[in-house]
């Protein structure tokens, strides 16, 4: 069997783009990597990319030079995870509080991580999590 390496994209499907990239850019500081009137993609971490679409825009075939990329699409709640380090999980506490964010559910995992979990603006349900969660990480 061929190895996987790790997961290179992660895709939310949005209501509103525009909204939707400002708060991953502006309150979740990702860089953008890529913008057009279809999409945005964000830079996490160096070690993957967070993929914005509109709901429902995504539905034909895209034609580019470099080939074509199958039609996709979502809708309703998703769920997705950013690795944080331990000792930046208060700081991301405080952040979320002062942008007016609430934290909806903390967890405390048998092999010591800890993950807070809160909402993007389309009810994307984020994900922090500190190293002890998984078996590996």
Same mark, same amino acid.
């Given at each position: 069997?061929p190895? *996987?390496?790790?997961?290179l $994209?992660?895709? *939310?499907?949005v209501?509103?783009l525009?909204? /939707?990239?400002? #708060?991953?850019?502006? #309150?979740m500081?990702? @860089?953008?990597? #890529? ?12 070690n993957?990319?967070l993929?914005?679409?509109v709901? %429902?825009? &995504?539905?034909? @075939?895209? $034609?580019?030079?470099?080939?074509? +990329? @199958?039609?996709?699409?979502?809708e %309703?709640p998703?769920?997705?995870a950013? &690795?944080?380090a331990?000792?930046?999980?208060? /700081?991301w ?6 942008? !007016? +964010?609430?934290?909806? &559910?903390?967890? $405390?995992?048998?092999?010591? %991580?800890i &993950?807070?979990? #809160?909402?993007?603006?389309? !009810?994307? *349900?984020?994900? *922090? ?6 078996? %590996?990480?």
């Amino acid at each position: 069997m061929p190895k *996987l390496e790790r997961i290179l $994209e992660t895709v *939310l499907y949005v209501k509103d783009l525009e909204r /939707a990239a400002a #708060f991953y850019e502006e #309150f979740m500081e990702l @860089p953008v990597l #890529f913008s057009d009137q279809r999409m945005r993609a964000f830079d996490v971490g160096g070690n993957g990319t967070l993929l914005l679409f509109v709901t %429902g825009q &995504s539905l034909r @075939p895209v $034609e580019t030079p470099m080939g074509t +990329i @199958p039609p996709h699409d979502g809708e %309703g709640p998703a769920h997705i995870a950013f &690795s944080i380090a331990k000792a930046e999980l208060k /700081a991301w506490e405080k952040h979320l509080d002062k942008g !007016g +964010i609430a934290v909806e &559910s903390r967890m $405390e995992w048998p092999r010591g %991580g800890i &993950s807070i979990y #809160f909402r993007d603006p389309d !009810g994307h *349900l984020l994900e *922090l999590a500190t190293p002890g969660l998984w078996k %590996g990480y």
